[in-house]
């Protein structure tokens, strides 16, 4: 059974950084891309950040790059997300998803594809 468990979220005050985590089992780890996802309160979902299934390569949306990192630990099959900066524009419940490393897709905006997590949400206050 594919398990993709996130923590890490909660109430986090505006310029401060918080790391979320994503716990993976039930497929190989190291086969697939991981990324977060995330969904704003009455908007659509927004993909966050990519990395590779060995964790050489990474991608970022405009909106966070310069202040997340995207993270991973084969050994553990954990992903992380390293959020810094923050702002009321990262309130938003965080997924964690996961596709087979082939398919060669980096941006990700639909829930039929790949494995998603149950969500953490981060709420950003000032």
């Known amino acids: 059974e594919v398990k993709l468990v996130e923590s890490g979220g909660g109430l986090v005050q505006a310029g401060e950084s918080v790391r979320l985590t994503c716990a993976a089992s039930?497929?190989?780890?190291?086969?697939?891309?991981m990324y977060w996802v995330r969904q704003a309160p009455g908007k659509g979902l927004e993909w966050v950040s990519t990395?590779?299934?060995?964790?050489?390569?990474?991608w970022y949306a405009d909106s966070v790059k310069g202040r997340f990192t995207i993270s991973r630990d084969n050994a553990r099959n954990i992903a992380y997300l390293d959020m810094g900066r923050l702002n009321s524009e990262d309130t938003a419940v965080y997924y964690c998803?996961?596709?087979?490393?082939?398919?060669?897709?980096?941006?990700?905006?639909?829930?039929?594809?790949?494995?998603w997590g149950q969500g953490t949400q981060v709420t950003v206050f000032s």
């Open positions: 998803v996961s596709a087979p490393s082939d398919r060669r897709v980096v941006e990700i905006t639909d829930r039929d594809f790949g494995y």
């Open positions: 039930g497929f190989t780890f190291t086969a697939y891309r």
């Open positions: 990395i590779s299934a060995g964790g050489r390569d990474t």
